[in-house]
């Protein structure tokens, strides 16, 4: 008999096990980084202004920026942070078969960038 490994599993596992910020991260809310609404899509938010959170969303098509105010963001749409390596979800993002616009590229290429100079 044959066990399949189960992928999804590892990384829910490995997901349990990421170092927490100094306030648990579903409470604040402004951060950049990766959310999930209730639908289950994910989304890396590379931007975060007074009133608007730029972010780059996993759908079906060419992945591309938008920006809605934060209130839309997580009031409508109930986008929550999720524990989830940012680096690992851009390399999931950037290979993306839909194909991804060049403005989201740079985007989510900077914010890799960023996070390794904050190290």
Same mark, same amino acid.
């Given at each position: 008999m044959r066990i399949k490994s189960n992928r999804r599993?590892?990384?829910?596992?490995?997901?349990l096990h990421?170092?927490? !910020?100094?306030?648990?991260i579903r409470h604040?809310?402004?951060?950049?980084?990766?959310?999930?609404?209730?639908?289950a899509?994910?989304?890396?938010?590379?931007?975060v202004g007074k009133t608007k959170l730029?972010?780059?969303?996993?759908?079906k098509g060419r992945l591309v920026t938008q920006s809605l105010p934060d209130v839309k963001f997580f009031n409508v749409r109930q986008f929550e942070r999720? !524990?989830?390596?940012? !680096?690992?979800?851009? !390399?999931?993002?950037?290979?993306?078969?839909?194909g991804v616009s060049e403005k989201a590229r740079r985007?989510?290429?900077t914010m890799v960038k960023g996070l390794r100079t904050e190290d």
């Amino acid at each position: 008999m044959r066990i399949k490994s189960n992928r999804r599993r590892s990384l829910q596992l490995e997901q349990l096990h990421l170092p927490l !910020e100094e306030e648990d991260i579903r409470h604040n809310m402004k951060l950049r980084g990766v959310y999930r609404d209730r639908n289950a899509h994910h989304a890396i938010v590379y931007k975060v202004g007074k009133t608007k959170l730029s972010f780059v969303e996993m759908k079906k098509g060419r992945l591309v920026t938008q920006s809605l105010p934060d209130v839309k963001f997580f009031n409508v749409r109930q986008f929550e942070r999720i !524990e989830y390596p940012v !680096e690992r979800a851009v !390399e999931n993002f950037l290979k993306h078969g839909g194909g991804v616009s060049e403005k989201a590229r740079r985007a989510l290429l900077t914010m890799v960038k960023g996070l390794r100079t904050e190290d």
